[in-house]
């Protein structure tokens, strides 16, 4: 079977529109209205020779226990199956509360954690990706989801990591 890369993070962030990226295709749904994608949906993705199954998360309807402990649950379920777990945060607006909440469940993850910071699509926020050191996560990958700016980069570590 081939290695599980799960993408998570809070609606509107770009899990999917970055999931898009990595499979080099449209395929994943990407919607400007939070909470589209289907709960959860896997993809076969190729980048430099190597197969591995990407997995988007999200589009859940918040539960009675409301938005930042389903996006917990995700992220829990995806720390559990995936050998992978990417999390994405928008740089444009920085650590949410429930960014927290989701990097407080990945901290104890035993599996490897990339930290993306989405919607860099210039320099202009390339000063602000620092301050997402304090998800504890490591270090941010600056990425741009839409305009395909350093997803090279990200897929190499995904590569690294997986
Ligand atoms: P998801 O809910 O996390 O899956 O987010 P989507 O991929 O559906 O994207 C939500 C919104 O953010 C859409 O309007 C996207 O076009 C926009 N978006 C996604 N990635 C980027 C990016 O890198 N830069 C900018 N400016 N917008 C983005
Ligand atoms: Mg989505």
Redesign the pocket.
């Known amino acids: 079977p081939q290695p599980v890369l799960a993408v998570v993070?809070?609606?509107?962030?770009?899990?999917?529109?970055?999931v898009n990226r990595i499979l080099g295709r449209r395929e994943?749904?990407?919607?400007?209205t939070?909470?589209?994608?289907r709960d959860r949906v896997a993809y076969d993705a190729l980048w430099s020779g190597r197969k591995f199954t990407v997995v988007?998360t999200?589009?859940w309807e918040p539960d009675a226990s409301g938005l930042q402990a389903s996006v917990a649950k995700q992220a829990e379920l995806a720390m559990q199956t995936a050998d992978t777990v990417l999390v994405?945060v928008d740089a444009?607006v920085g650590a949410t509360a429930t960014d927290e909440a989701v990097a407080k469940v990945l901290r104890r993850s035993k599996r490897p954690v990339l930290l993306v910071a989405?919607?860099?699509?210039d320099d202009r926020l390339l000063g602000d990706v620092a301050s997402l050191w304090s998800l504890g996560l490591g270090e941010p990958h600056p990425?741009?989801?839409?305009?395909g700016r350093g997803s090279g980069d990200l897929l190499d570590a995904i590569l690294e990591a997986l």
């Open positions: 993070g809070r609606p509107n962030v770009g899990k999917s529109t970055l994943a749904v990407v919607q400007d939070p909470g589209v994608t988007d999200g589009g994405v444009s989405n919607k860099v699509d990425v741009s989801g839409l305009h």
